[in-house]
């Protein structure tokens, strides 16, 4: 049973005046967050919770939610990442199908679920004791459940995914292996702490001992301001936050070495803007069940490995496999990838567990192929993938050059079905302008084989998207979607 010390307690004794977080114009070290922490798992001591009981976390980005997530490790509780934009049946389901003990959450939030289930807010959770506690887990198991995240589920229902204090730790080494670790190093989080990509970074604070400058939501105004003013030289973004920073903005901010940029490959003309402005990009690819990142690319590899996502880091392997062939470079196969930071496994599903890894490979269900270097090029997600007259179509790809077009906010790309050719492509976009379709095919036969144009293109106010933000195309092809293009 491999073990390591109780994260925030170890920092708070190594480095107890560092500053540890900065939320608006409010400060804490180490220390004061320890405090303020063992103080919160005292109150929490006093409910019914045993150590090993997993409970809901609904909460907003907000010092009380970094200090909640501590509190529950230190008494022993898995935590259930809850995203407040579900619905509440979606969050009933989350709840129940964890065996959630109790939630966590703020007053907006707490009639949703009362009467489900114990529900407490910071309002509500009983008085701390007289004495210290004396349940505190001084030590973490690495083999132990420390989060659980329900995956999007684009298809179907989605599945928890048991994520490990294992899994965290080694995540943030890697990480740390590929992009260096400097003294003034500050990680700027503006996305949801419910998610893998807000979570781990406040992993990699403790584990670091780095400063995190926490913001409720990403405001692009708020973060550049605070970049300058906290001389912030870490951020995770996503396409539409980098896109936004680079529209206001002429040069990189002195102090940032680093944008790690999730959530797919970005376009060719916002790589290339990025690199005049000095903006140092990190492609990246990874997934809840990887614990964020598992394959990076450098920015000095950027233009030259346009659309890649990069190599494994340091620790962590990839392979592309078509059933049971391992593929050679340029084939197009499923992305296995396998590592210290590769999930447990999906909670109480054993048939999923079974079909999701293969001799400790986990299958990924997305769709690439690596160079002759081992770069990878992520294609799609398997269940996307569209089939015409006998050919593989991947909808992102045609995405990324309809979205070249300079009036072309947002594209999705969806197989519908055709007499001749089994499936064709359909186009659905969310423009600023009316754009003639002739100037969409000439686009796209610039740029695509005559098999991948898209059969129709529809002019749409939105895309429908999930609660993650992730482009749903099954949707699009749905009768009442197709109803309302034009």
């Known amino acids: 049973m491999m073990k390591q010390p109780n994260w925030l307690l170890h920092r708070a004794y190594v480095t107890p005046e560092r500053v540890a977080l900065i939320y608006q114009d ?20 006093q409910t019914s919770l045993k150590k090993g009981e997993a409970v809901g976390l609904l909460m907003n980005n907000h010092p009380q939610m ?5 509190a529950c ?13 579900l619905t509440k049946a979606e969050r009933r389901f989350q709840l129940e199908d964890a065996k959630a003990a109790a939630l966590f959450t703020e007053p907006v939030y707490a009639s949703d679920h009362k009467g489900e289930l114990p529900v407490y807010t910071m309002e509500t959770l009983p008085e701390a004791g007289q004495e210290n506690v004396k349940k505190i887990e001084n030590d973490f198991d690495l083999n132990q459940t420390a989060t659980i995240m329900y995956t999007s589920g684009t298809t179907g229902r989605p599945k928890g995914v048991e994520q490990t204090f294992g899994n965290h730790f080694h995540s943030a080494v890697s990480s740390a292996l590929n992009m260096g670790l400097r003294e003034d190093d500050r990680w700027l989080i503006s996305l949801p702490l419910f998610h893998i990509s807000g979570l781990s970074a406040l992993f990699k604070s403790v584990i670091y001992g780095m400063t995190v400058v926490l913001h ?17 030289t870490m951020i995770s973004v996503v396409q539409t936050m980098l896109s936004r920073l680079l529209s206001r903005l ?29 903006f140092p990009v990190f492609q990246s690819y990874g997934m809840t069940e990887t614990c964020s990142q598992i394959v990076t690319l450098a920015p000095e590899f950027s233009v030259e490995k346009l659309g890649s996502a990069g190599k494994p880091l340091f620790g962590c392997e990839l392979k592309i496999q078509d059933g049971t062939r391992i593929c050679r470079p340029f084939e197009h196969g499923e992305i296995m990838v396998k590592g210290a930071n590769v999930m447990k496994g999906y909670l109480y599903r054993e048939e999923s567990n079974a079909a999701a890894f293969d001799q400790g490979w986990l299958k990924t269900g997305d769709i690439g192929y690596v160079d002759e270097e081992g770069f990878l090029f992520v294609l799609d997600r398997r269940s996307d993938l569209i089939i015409s007259g006998g050919e593989n179509i991947y909808p992102a790809e045609i995405e990324a ?30 423009t600023d302008h009316k754009i003639p379709e002739n100037e969409l095919y000439a686009l796209c036969e610039s740029h695509l084989a005559k098999y991948k144009w898209p059969a129709s293109f529809h002019f749409v106010d939105e895309l429908p998207r999930n609660a993650s933000n992730k482009l749903q195309r099954h949707r699009l092809k749905s009768k009442g979607f197709l109803d309302d293009s034009n």
């Open 26 to 45: 409010k400060k804490w070290t180490f220390r004061d967050l320890a405090d303020e922490v063992n103080e919160l798992s005292n109150r929490l001591a």
């Open 66 to 70: 970094v200090m909640l997530v501590h």
């Open 73 to 85: 490790f230190s008494l022993g509780f898995k935590i259930v990442l809850l995203n407040n934009k």
């Open 216 to 232: 409720e939501k990403f405001d692009v105004d708020e973060v550049i301001g605070s970049i300058e003013q906290h001389r912030v």
């Open 250 to 278: 002429e040069e990189c901010p002195s102090s940032l070495r680093c944008l790690l940029l999730g959530g797919g490959p970005a376009p060719l003309t916002m790589l290339q803007e990025s690199k005049e402005k000095g």
């Open 401 to 430: 050059v309809l979205l070249t077009h300079s009036h072309v906010k947002e594209a999705g790309v969806t197989g519908i079905d055709d007499d001749r050719w089994g499936e064709v492509p359909a186009a659905f976009l969310v």
